[in-house]
Structure formats: structure tokens, C-alpha cells
């Protein structure tokens, strides 16, 4: 490609000190010839976020700041297209990492395939055990469901969604830019929009972002609560979307709990009710299922992690099962609360 085309790199920001100034260096050091420019939209933070958006906004002439007083991740990633000066957009989050060549490759990529979308592996990589069994969860079908772009062997070719993504800007634009009533999986939504208008969302395994996973059991509960709540809000949107995969938490999960219920009761239960024993069946085939499932993943980890792994699995699909099962209140969904 003589003429490299200039792009916009949009960034949303929010208590990522610890892993920003690495973000943004995995951009600074890619090789792309041509022109770009690295916006990041910064919300308000628990942490130093915002003084240390503004030091490399001062060190990297590439870097500029706009303010995203909401805090939420679709509203800074619009704010930072409309800041934006180019016409192809590249999404970077600010705990996320690119590979070397990453930019052109997904520049040639975009304009090879003529998708609207391009993106690849989210490649998570923990620093600590703990990090490092969440790492290979991620990573693995057992964890979060096999989606190509947690995969690193999936082949290339059209796909429902894809990593973070490089966007055609107008094409983006054209249907309406992240729906900022999606607090999360606002990047899921955006491509089932681009394919219902006839767009391509294209994945290579080419492009690939180390991704760091949360630190504590805690936190990922967390994620992964919100994560499941926010998923029945697409399903809700788009029943269209439902398949197996993303009902195979809560499934798993009711299934326990009506499992482990039923079992207590048959031990104080008589005659035929005693048979009531056997819900304990449920139970014991989830944890039969996740030792089996473990025992066949061929992922190089440590002792320490391999120790956590089945706490992790546990803690996955617990808690995003449980969010599904929640669902949003009135008071969390925007498209209800009016918020």
C-alpha cells in the first residue's frame, strides 16, 4: 500500500491507571507509515486516570483529551468519533494492548475485505495465578462459550462480532454509532446493527490484543454479573440473538440451585418424596462437567493457576448465569429509567 491512509485511534477511558501508560505505548510503537492520532475520552476515575491521561497527552503530540463526563464506555467512544479527524476509526481500550503491526494489518484487512468491521483475538494474559487462570478461561470454549475472537485458531472470515474493531468511520456513523443506552456490550450490539444493514464484520486471527484480566475473584464476579445482566438486555432487544452458548450459564445455574433445593429437602423427606434425594445429581454433574472440561484443556499454565481454574470456572458461570437470571431493573436499564 504506497499511501497509507490516516486514522483516528478512539480510546474510552475510566480507572485504568495501572495499565494505560502501556496501552497507549503499544500504539505509539506500532510501524504504520501514515498519519494518526490517538483521542482518548476520559471519565471521571477512582484512581489517577485522569492525570495520567493528561502526562502522555503532554509527552505524545498524537494524544488529545476530551472529557466524558458520564463515565460510560459507549458515550466516551462517541465522543471520541465526534472529536475524531479521520475516516477509519480504531478502538483501543485503556487495559489493552497491540500486538506489533497491528495497525496495518487491520488498515490493509479493512480495505482488502471491504468490511465495515475488522478485529481479532482478544488475547488475555494475567500477570499473577489468579490473572492467569482468568487468562486461560477467557481463552478457552469452557470459559466464555468459544466466540471466535477468544480463540486464538479460529479461521478468518465473516463473524457475528469481533475484539474492539476497525471501523469504515462513515459506515459506522450510518447507523447511528454505539447506542449509548447499552452500558455494556454496546460493541456486540453495533455489530448485529452493521450486519442487519448488510455490512461484513470480518475476523483475523492476524490482529491480536493482550488483554489484562481483573485481579481479583471480586472484581470478576462483578464483571461477570454485569456482563450476564447485559446480555439478557441483548437477548431482550434481539430474541433473534439467543443461542446455547449464552444460555448455557443460567441454565447451569438454575439447574444447581433447583438441584441442591431438591436434594435438601429429600433428607428429611418419606417415601416416594425421598426421591427427591436426587437432585443432587445436579450439582455433582456440573462439577463432574468442569473437571472433565478441565482435564481436556491442553493450555500451558502454572500450578498455581491450574489450582484456581476451577474456582474461576465456578465463579464465571455463577455469576453470569445469576445476572442473566436477574436480568436489569427498571432502575438499571436506561431505555426504562429514562436516565
Same mark, same amino acid.
Given at each position: 500500500?504506497?499511501? +497509507? #491512509? ?41 484512581? !489517577? ?17 476530551? %472529557? ?20 477509519? &476509526? ?9 500486538? #506489533? ?6 488498515? !490493509?484487512? =479493512? ?17 499473577? %495465578? @489468579? ?10 470454549? @469452557? ?11 479460529? #479461521?478468518?472470515? %465473516?463473524?457475528?462480532?469481533? $475484539?474492539?474493531?476497525? $471501523?469504515?468511520?462513515?459506515?459506522? =456513523? ?11 456490550? *454496546? ?5 448485529? !446493527? ?12 492476524? &490482529?491480536?490484543?493482550?488483554? /489484562? %484480566?481483573?485481579?481479583? &475473584?471480586?472484581? &470478576? ?45 429429600? @433428607? $428429611?423427606?418419606?417415601? #416416594?418424596? /425421598?426421591?427427591?434425594?436426587?437432585? +443432587? ?17 491442553? *493450555? ?8 484456581? @481454574? ?9 455469576? +453470569?448465569? +445469576?445476572? $442473566? =437470571? ?8 436506561? !431505555?426504562?429509567?429514562?436516565?
Amino acid at each position: 500500500m504506497p499511501d +497509507w #491512509p490516516p486514522i483516528s485511534v478512539i480510546m474510552p477511558v475510566r480507572n485504568e491507571e495501572r495499565h494505560l501508560a502501556a496501552s497507549v505505548g503499544g500504539i505509539v510503537g506500532q510501524d504504520y507509515p501514515g498519519t494518526y492520532e490517538i483521542v482518548m475520552a476520559v471519565g471521571p476515575s477512582d484512581d !489517577r486516570t485522569e492525570d495520567a491521561a493528561a502526562a502522555l497527552a503532554a509527552e505524545h503530540s498524537q494524544v488529545r483529551v476530551v %472529557p466524558n463526563p458520564t463515565g460510560r464506555t459507549p458515550a466516551g467512544l462517541n465522543l471520541a468519533i465526534a472529536a475524531s479527524r479521520y475516516d477509519i &476509526l480504531v478502538r483501543v481500550d485503556g487495559h489493552g494492548e497491540l500486538a #506489533p503491526g497491528y495497525l496495518r494489518t487491520a488498515v !490493509r484487512t =479493512l480495505q482488502e475485505t471491504g468490511a465495515a468491521n475488522v478485529g481479532g483475538v482478544m488475547d488475555a494474559r494475567g500477570e499473577t %495465578p @489468579l490473572e492467569e487462570a482468568v487468562a486461560v478461561a477467557y481463552n478457552s470454549r @469452557l470459559g466464555l462459550g468459544g466466540s471466535s475472537f477468544h480463540l486464538r485458531k479460529s #479461521p478468518p472470515g %465473516p463473524a457475528q462480532t469481533v $475484539f474492539l474493531g476497525v $471501523f469504515d468511520k462513515a459506515r459506522l =456513523l450510518a447507523v447511528g454509532g454505539f447506542d449509548e443506552t447499552m452500558y455494556r456490550a *454496546q460493541d456486540w450490539e453495533l455489530n448485529h !446493527r452493521l450486519i442487519q444493514a448488510g455490512e461484513t464484520v470480518w475476523f483475523t486471527p492476524e &490482529l491480536t490484543v493482550t488483554y /489484562r %484480566p481483573r485481579s481479583t &475473584l471480586r472484581a &470478576l464476579a462483578r464483571q461477570m454479573y454485569n456482563t450476564g445482566k447485559w446480555r439478557r438486555e441483548v437477548i431482550a432487544r434481539y430474541p433473534e440473538t439467543a443461542s446455547l452458548r449464552y444460555l448455557a450459564p443460567p441454565l447451569a445455574v438454575a439447574g444447581v440451585l433447583a438441584g441442591t433445593s431438591a436434594g435438601l429437602a429429600g @433428607l $428429611f423427606a418419606q417415601g #416416594p418424596w /425421598r426421591l427427591l434425594s436426587l437432585g +443432587w445429581l445436579a450439582p455433582l454433574g456440573y462439577v463432574g462437567a468442569l473437571a472433565a472440561g478441565i482435564a481436556a484443556l491442553h *493450555q500451558p499454565m502454572s500450578g498455581g493457576a491450574r489450582v484456581r @481454574l476451577p474456582l474461576v470456572l465456578a465463579v464465571i458461570h455463577g455469576a +453470569w448465569g +445469576w445476572g $442473566f =437470571l436477574r436480568g436489569l431493573s427498571r432502575a438499571e436499564n436506561p !431505555r426504562l429509567s429514562g436516565d
